[in-house]
């Protein structure tokens, strides 16, 4: 059987072996080991480790082989913490950039809030995990070492929502979330909603005691308002709305943020959600939010309108992709914090680049579309003075960052 020599991680976080015929990716290996398996087009399966790497370590999860939800509890908390620095410094050298970087900050175990759940019908019952690496069937995970007790609950109500709603057909996704007051369910994949179905479902929101259940983007069921706190705020955020994956994680991006806006009395915050940024910011400046989703914007203002002790937090339901702010109307900010998805802000960061706002605080899910948005802004004559890799998604492949940039004099 043949050998291959793993000489790098993809970004997916897939040992990389160079071949005459292209690049053979194989799950679950690192750099400098060789391996066999069988080659099935570019990828390798049934792999077998012949000479392991130092960096490799025993799995803290008794379901790693088998589910996909992780991808890198083989590799030592020390190799992952240098290969996901790697990847942003790689991602701006790309561009011919180049900054400080200061150590990572990672999540610790069993303290994500919030996860996408697979769930189907079976003959018995119902069955709640995550997709095995590369297939469409469900895991079971009931010792799942990425989840927060308290979210790891949600596998029950799961299973019990699609033996009611859910067909043999198809598959419920769950996304849920943890609450101040219990968890946050959407659910999505599952029959149309009938009378009969809303009395079923809502009778389950009480028996799990659940905060909120939406089905299809339709609330059936609220006990109370899921509220997420926001530094002295507390947000209701829409149903599926966005919230940062661990508290830690959220905690470790808002306090790099803080330094970088510093005494700024004056403070944009762009791509805003429901205020993750804002409402803590509020405490020291008067903060205008924009964001594209009014709803989430509605969710800000109520939970800052019943906070005390924040200063003004303004806010505006606009797409900044099509409709970025412009250098006009950025004249009296004193910094600006910019959080966009995985596609970046090209257009929102070109008009930042043209504007003369002092200090950017750069929040980005992205290291490629960050380093691409870091450029415009090092043309437009801002510095880049550090980068802050937050490890939120702790083994896996995703890399999360904050950016410190200023205007030169």
């Known amino acids: 059987m043949q050998t291959y020599q793993i000489t790098r991680l993809g970004h997916q976080g897939d040992g990389i072996a160079q071949t005459d015929a292209g690049p053979v990716f194989a799950p679950m290996t690192l750099p400098g080991e060789e391996v066999t398996g069988t080659l099935d087009g570019q990828r390798l399966r049934e792999v077998r480790i012949v000479t392991p790497s130092e960096d ?37 050298a790309a561009q011919g950039l180049e900054t400080t970087f200061r150590p990572i900050l990672t999540s610790p175990p069993q303290t994500r809030r919030r996860a996408s759940l697979s769930v189907r019908r079976t003959k018995k019952g119902a069955m709640a995990g995550f997709h095995a690496k590369g297939s469409d069937v469900i895991v079971q995970v009931p010792d799942c070492q990425l989840l927060h007790p308290e979210l790891m609950q949600a596998m029950a109500v799961a299973e019990k929502l699609a033996m009611i709603g859910g067909s043999r057909k198809g598959e419920l996704s769950v996304l849920a979330t943890m609450s101040e007051t219990g968890l946050d369910l959407a659910v999505t994949g599952g029959k149309p909603l009938d009378e009969q179905l809303r009395i079923d ?39 599926g709305a966005f919230l940062q994956a661990t508290p830690q994680g959220e905690l470790d991006l808002l306090a790099a943020v803080k330094e970088i806006v510093g005494p700024a009395k004056q403070v944009i915050d ?12 509020a405490e020291t400046a008067e903060v205008h939010a924009v964001e594209g989703e009014k709803a989430m ?98 083994w896996s492949s995703h890399v999360e960052l904050v950016a410190k940039f200023t205007r030169k004099a």
């Open 56 to 92: 490799r370590v025993s799995a803290d999860c008794r379901h790693y082989k088998s589910c996909g939800g992780c991808q890198l509890q083989h590799a030592s908390d020390e190799f992952v913490a240098d290969w996901k620095v790697g990847v942003v410094q790689q991602a701006l």
């Open 297 to 394: 914007m509605a969710a800000l203002d109520l939970g800052w309108r019943r906070a005390q002790g924040l200063k003004k937090v303004s806010h505006e339901a606009r797409d900044l992709f099509r409709r970025p702010l412009m250098p006009d109307e950025l004249q009296k900010t004193d910094a600006v914090v910019i959080d966009p998805p995985r596609a970046g802000a090209e257009a929102q960061v070109r008009e930042l680049a043209a504007s003369a706002v002092p200090v950017i605080a750069f929040v980005s899910c992205n290291p490629v579309t960050f380093a691409r948005d870091a450029k415009i802004l090092l043309a437009g004559n801002y510095q880049l003075h550090w980068v802050q890799v937050v490890d939120q998604f702790r």
């Open 270 to 281: 762009l791509f805003a959600g429901c205020g993750t940024f804002a409402l803590p910011l």
């Open 201 to 239: 479902l809502s009778a389950e929101v009480e028996a799990f005691k659940l905060a909120r259940l939406a089905w299809d983007d339709e609330v059936v069921g609220q006990r109370e308002p899921p509220l997420q706190a926001f530094g002295k705020a507390h947000v209701s955020p829409p149903s």
